[in-house]
């Protein structure tokens, strides 16, 4: 991992390429990020840089945060994250990491948590198909059906596909291209979906390989 990157999905719109032809993209605001703490192999045992993104009021910020943004003598931030760059020396406390951290066509790996859609059936979290809807099946057209193997092991094994939580979990979309960055405005135009709500807080890395 060389880059990376805190940001906000502000929305999807669409953008015309120089051909005219319309490509869709998601518009995230990326940073302005702090780095607040910087990991090295002589006190943590690995190399990594610790960045905070979005403002927060002092009142909200608990006394153990508040020591450790102080000690990098860092303004308050939100949202935490760290990240294990390439080349952790170059990168001091302070320095701020903005939209031009990356480039016009670099593959990025976007994360952030998916929307919740609460507890689901079988249906729409794993995609199974319905009973017949006459000849007596009955008002269960929905339901998952027959569940149990046999006396042995006359339980439900770890795994089976159950109705439950469906969503607001960890989800990463790789290998997407950056196709416009605004450095004035620190907004940067992904060709594609990214996971989660509008206003939803997203890490971006470099990607290893593109596509």
């Known amino acids: 991992m060389k880059k990376a990157i805190i940001g906000k999905k502000i929305g ?14 998601t518009v995230v605001e990326a940073g302005p990020c702090v780095v607040v703490q910087k990991k090295t192999n002589e006190n943590d045992g690995y190399e990594s840089v610790q960045l905070g993104f979005g403002d927060i009021k002092v009142k909200n910020v608990s006394k153990a945060l508040k020591g450790h943004f102080d000690k990098a003598d860092a303004a308050y931030k939100r949202t935490l994250r760290e990240f294990r760059l390439e080349d952790c020396t170059s990168v001091n406390v302070g320095d701020i990491f903005k939209a ?3 480039a016009v066509g670099d593959f990025v790996d976007v994360s952030g948590t998916s929307k919740g859609k609460g507890f689901q059936g079988t249906i729409k979290r794993f995609n199974f198909g319905k009973h017949h809807a006459s000849h007596g099946a009955g008002p269960v057209h929905r339901h ?12 439900i094994l770890k795994g089976k ?3 439950g939580q469906m969503g607001a979990e960890k989800v990463t979309v790789q290998n997407l291209e950056i196709v416009k960055i605004d450095v004035e405005n620190n907004l940067i135009a992904l060709r594609g979906a990214i996971p989660g709500p509008k206003g939803g807080v997203v890490s971006i890395v470099n990607s290893v390989k593109k596509a």
């Open 144 to 155: 998952a059906g027959s569940l149990g193997a046999a006396s042995t092991p006359a339980r």
């Open 12 to 25: 999807m719109t669409q953008i015309f390429d120089e051909a005219g032809k319309v490509i869709p993209v």
């Open 161 to 163: 596909k159950l109705p």
């Open 100 to 102: 031009d951290t990356f």
